[in-house]
């Protein structure tokens, strides 16, 4: 799938807006049955959480799973308090892009930053985490590079440490941002209700 035709998929899905607490919240539904949820801050137009959901070969709705944002734990009753404690120390992997970059981060890492090391390998399409004290190890892709058939490149990868949490940063390709642009002047376009959903299709 190259980047036109991505961006042809997004502008021909049925999609919903919503303006609710400050974002804009947009639900697409796409001709292969799959929906994918996104919202984005009103002031700055910054990708805040994109969701997808799909059915199981079976049919059944599974649950949502989180590209974008992160994924907060349901209640805690006090019966299960104990084994949360014991886990809060693990790390914690999500992602939080900015305009220009896509970011992850890793939180509850408390190593030096030369301890780490971060690359891409492009013949597996994903960038590896690892520390020369063999106590953390994440592969990972970048599904927005993978939906339009771009290459990774080392020389957009960096990272940085601070407060026990790894920042790893993927500078955007211009594509990218393209049509991340594009797509924003589709969504603005979109009636969105501070009260309920609207269907609004793309023409």
Not at 1 to 13: E, P, T
Not at 15 to 27: P, Q, W
Not at 79 to 107: A, G, L
Not at 113 to 124: A, G, I, L, Q, W
Request: net charge positive; charged share 30%; hydrophobic share 30%.
């Amino acid at each position: 799938m190259a980047v036109q035709s991505w961006i042809d998929i997004l502008k021909s899905s049925k999609k919903t807006a919503l303006i609710h607490d400050g974002k804009r919240k947009i639900h697409y539904l796409f001709k292969d049955g799959k929906e994918m949820s996104e919202e984005y801050d009103l002031k700055t137009d910054e990708l805040i959480v994109r969701k997808w959901h799909t059915k199981s070969t079976l049919g059944a709705q599974g649950p949502w799973e989180v590209e974008v944002g992160e994924t907060f734990p349901g209640p805690v009753t006090s019966v299960d308090t104990e084994v949360i404690k014991e886990n809060c120390s693990n790390p914690v992997f999500m992602r939080k892009d900015t305009k220009s970059s896509f970011q992850w981060r890793i939180r509850n890492l408390p190593y030096p930053k030369d301890v780490f090391c971060v690359s891409v390998e492009p013949s597996e399409r994903s960038i590896i985490i690892k520390t020369s004290n063999k106590k953390y190890y994440k592969k990972f892709g970048i599904t927005d590079l993978d939906r339009s058939q771009l290459p990774l490149d080392s020389s957009a990868l960096s990272f940085t440490h601070a407060n026990n949490t790894l920042i790893v940063s993927y500078k955007k390709p211009k594509e990218i941002l393209t049509l991340e642009h594009e797509l924003l002047k589709e969504l603005k376009k979109l009636k969105g209700t501070g009260e309920g959903d609207v269907d609004c299709k793309t023409q």
